[in-house]
């Protein structure tokens, strides 16, 4: 079992900047591809960003690429999401999520991941 605790949200205003964290429990981090995931009020959850194990894949939609980025420190069993140029559209609840990997994949869809953290509430104001 895996347990993910995201940290680093809040409020910011058009143009600022976050970073999120999310910490996993347990001693097999280096083997699970992470993502994020953000879903706004009344709109389903939307894909933001993967990494792979290793880290040497990563992907993002074309909504966020340039401005966010996905990073991990398997030794500290955490995986960041830096956030810049923030918009009131990014404004959502971001949810880290973990999946078991058995190759060196950045993974997209929901379904790929195994386990999701609470939460933590982005609001950008403009």
């Known amino acids: 079992q895996v347990q993910l605790v995201e940290s680093g949200g809040g409020l910011v205003q058009a143009g600022g900047s976050l970073r999120l964290s999310c910490a996993a429990s347990?001693?097999?981090?280096?083997?699970?591809?992470m993502g994020w995931f953000r879903q706004a009020p009344g709109k389903e959850r939307e894909f933001v960003a993967a990494i792979s194990q290793n880290g040497y894949r990563t992907k993002y939609p074309e909504s966020v690429k340039g401005r966010l980025t996905i990073s991990r420190d398997n030794a500290k069993n955490t995986v960041y999401l830096q956030m810049n140029s923030l918009k009131p559209e990014d404004t959502a609840v971001y949810y880290c999520?973990?999946?078991?990997?058995?190759?060196?994949?950045?993974?997209?869809?929901?379904?790929?991941?195994?386990?999701w953290g609470q939460g933590t509430q982005v609001t950008v104001s403009s």
């Open positions: 347990g001693r097999t981090f280096s083997v699970l591809a």
């Open positions: 999520a973990a999946g078991w990997s058995y190759s060196d994949n950045a993974n997209v869809a929901p379904n790929e991941y195994d386990y």
